[in-house]
């Protein structure tokens, strides 16, 4: 039962865009089930676990419900979300071209699994709510039908890539809303950079697994990793410049920048003396995490003309969204088996890494200090350290520090006319913060 | 008397813009004098070597004739270029930023040694030689004075980088000719991507040694020159976000799709089906090496406002003086002992390449098959290669090719009007086809 959520894809059959659009979505639903009956280790002390929404669901009822979301009031949104996130792997490969089938294959092995696309879909989710939003300026309608594909210049290349002037249309919702072609193209560009900064960390970390099967580096090799990489980012460059914004290219390259920056914070891991320890993981975690999805909710309310106000409410959102969701991933690393994710429990450690449960746990226990110093490195330190957050209030401050980022993304997205694409985005977080994996 | 050159830069007096000048454009200069004992190894066959223009000179004759240069004429135009040059490291710390001191030092670690500085150099000079050629538009002259190095949106990072409005000047020679500002960051922007791209292809080569140092994988580790090369491509995609030109930002970032795709063909050394062996070695070096000098070329005279013609002269150039450059490079590895480059005779078959004069030398000798399609990977194979490529035609053929794509440079860029900067850039190409290092 378990095996045919998978089974659409290494079948040869092509999903349907409602199959694609169950598994798309629902991949942050589907969590629900899996790792349910993961508990909280706690060898010492009894601690009242943070209290999770979600209940045990069968994978029947997991569709059905995210048939029900599809079919959602007049059953067009969220059906149209579902094809446009459906045709993003598609596109993407367009995008990747076919002159060099090595190097696509390393970049596109980490697309195959799908995968939890939570940001493509902020993107498009944010592209609607934000369209019936105050706009700065009218967007011309022939902007809505066309990219073009070819290049600016006649030399661009011996040869050519997907050197077509191609007619794409924006997606009208029925209850008003809308997709541009550009919003859509963005969605591409941030899975694209995700992906790529995914298989440089994976290099640099020495990565053995990524989302259940084998990180890149270990399948292809180190040079064809970065390799992968780097041919990623250049052909999102490209898409990128191709949108002919310059706030929104300015916005994405900030992203890679941050990225950068925040993979090396993580490497490095000493705090700067301006800044406490915890104020330096904060950081790191927006680096790392927060930035793209702030600034990809932005980009993509320039795209759609947005009024400052409102695309600050997108940056605002983006932002305590995803502080809000690597925290509950750093806290999901002190709570998930072995069994469940292939990754075992307090991975982070095991990697050097004090994380906010750490960290907090380290308010109440200074005896932590030196061994965050060391990394972890002695033997005993990662056992001793997951020993002490499990006594401490580290878990559940850091729920509580993930519930308030939470609720400044709801406040701020509220800002917005209420759209089921709002509600859409409300629903998330809450989801974000519920989610078991 | 030889380390004097280098003794500018290692002590701490500030080097005058005129001794930046005379390193700074001298370099392809002094390569005159170096190595200029180096012989064609050849124990089978007397070969007749290739023509060398260059004489015999001393250090002092060499500077005495960068000195001429510099008072070329009006004593302007090269004084200029060579402040331009001299700025551009600090430029390019300062859009570094200073934020991750290490990060910083092993991006930095490339432009220490200044190297040739060829391909900035050629920005420069095509930025000037194309001022004075006709326009499709006239540049507004605020164009002229500013860059805003402000973030165009309020809430790109919870930290600031260099985000100030500076006001930058063009540089006005008394021969008519100008260099803008936007011009003068493209040259920096082009330098990043260079120096990214060689610290990916560090890692990826497994290098030892760059410039005559410790190439940055060995000196601060494969994760560090990774994340460092990233960085720098970020900072240059900043950077080229902010010159707020849809055409040069798409033409900049097919540059690094290029590269990417050039390393990745060098590594795979696989010949497509559909082109030949020679083919595809000529596509390699067009995607590693000359693309990045037509496409800045050609950027230089988009951003300065050039008609489709003259842009089209500025690529054709660059294209041209880039595979001129690269075959030059490929045959002087056949040429250069091991006293003078720290790199020993045949580095490239060594690494499994086979570049032009081995391509040539197997139209005569078949027999180079087999090593080729091997890689040069069993005992004996590289000292067999070179015995044939020196028995061979084949360095005199790369040179007669190198020949021809040089004279292609000069007639496109004879198309220009006359100015002292088109003058650089015949010099330039001459210089090309006669540097021995």
Known sequence: MKSSIHSVFTTKVQPTFLQRLVIGIDNVKASILKGRNAGIKNPNKTIIPPQ???EKRTLTQVIDEAEKLVQHQDGSLLFEIGKDLGDLTKNIHKLLGSRH????TVSKYYFKSEGKRIRPLLVLLMSQATSIAEKQYKIDATD??????????????????????????PTFSSS???????????AEIIEMIHTA?????????????????????LY???????????????RASIALARLRNPEVIELIATIIANLVEGEFMQLKNVQNSTMSIFEYYIEKTYMKTASLMAKSCQAASVLGG????????????GRNLGLAFQLIDDMLDFMTTDEELGKPTGADLKLGLATAPVLYALEEYPELGPLIKRK?????????????????????QTKLLATSHCQKAIDAITRLPKSDARNALIELTQKVLTRRK
């Open 376 to 396: 972890f490195s002695q033997d005993g330190d990662v056992e001793k350290a997951r020993g002490l957050v499990y006594k401490s209030n580290g878990i559940e």
């Open 220 to 234: 292809f090799g180190n040079k064809m990793t970065i390799l992968a990489g780097d041919f990623l980012l250049a």
């Open 176 to 186: 008003g809303t809308i997709i541009l072609p550009t919003q859509r193209r963005l």
């Open 144 to 169: 809505f039908y066309q990219i073009t594909d070819k290049p600016l210049t006649k030399h661009n290349d011996l040869l050519s890539y997907n050197n077509k002037d191609t007619i794409y249309y």
């Open 306 to 317: 947005a009024t400052l106000e409102v695309s600050e409410i997108a940056y605002t959102y």
């Open 101 to 104: 089938s090595f190097l696509n």
């Open 197 to 217: 900064s995914l298989l440089h960390d994976d290099v640099i970390d020495n990565s053995q697994m990524r989302r259940n099967d084998i990180s890149a580096n």
């Open 52 to 54: 999770f929404i979600g």
